[in-house]
């Protein structure tokens, strides 16, 4: 019960942000009967998962592009990652909690912190770690979401694996802004959010 409740607070968490966007975007006319079918999950929670995870993947690979080659060895200070070292961190571990929530081994076997190490390998890394991603957001339905997949020794529901991606996925560009606002460059997200105020 308190896995349970754990859960749907997690949820809830990652809900609030996604459905303050949604309720603040413009309405639009009603999309006709002969509409291609909506791209990505329509259960609720699903629904919301899915919205946050692509948020935070426009976020990641729009900041992946923006950063030039050259910033990708800055470094704010010795203790911390690089900008390059960031971005292969979050692929290597999507890969790893995408792979739980598939319920399957991870497919990746590089550290991409080690082996990925110009902008475009970086990218691609990325790339490939959202492509792989995606295949579990995109088809994720509320039961599908509620299964228990085994996490090390324990077994817990699927979303936890892919609540965990989020979150993972949020602290990273959070450090990423910063990292950003250092050298001088816009957030993505922040660059968004100024273009609909105009």
Excluded: W
Aim: include cysteine; proline fraction near 7%.
């Amino acid at each position: 019960m308190k896995r349970m409740f754990t859960i749907a607070a997690l949820a809830v968490l990652v809900a609030v942000p996604v459905l303050a966007q949604t309720a603040a975007a413009p309405a639009t006319p009603a999309a006709p009967a002969q509409a291609a079918a909506p791209v990505g999950p329509t259960d609720p929670l699903s629904r919301v998962l899915f919205g946050a995870y692509n948020s935070q993947k426009m976020n990641l690979t729009q900041s992946a592009e923006k950063v030039s080659e050259a910033d990708y060895a800055f470094q704010p200070t010795k203790d911390v990652r690089t900008f390059a070292q960031m971005f292969a961190h979050v692929a290597n571990t999507q890969f790893t909690y995408c792979a739980v929530a598939k319920g399957e081994p991870n497919p990746n076997k590089d550290d991409f912190e080690k082996t990925a190490l110009t902008k475009a390998a970086i990218q691609k890394a990325l790339a490939d770690s959202f492509a792989y991603c995606d295949t579990v957001y995109l088809t994720l339905t509320d039961a599908k979401a509620m299964e228990m997949v085994k996490a090390g020794q324990n077994d817990v529901p699927r979303a936890a694996r892919l609540i965990s991606n989020i979150a993972h996925d949020n602290e990273h560009y959070g450090n990423l802004v910063t990292y950003m606002r250092i050298k001088g460059l816009v957030p993505p997200s922040t660059e968004r959010a100024q273009q609909m105020r105009r």
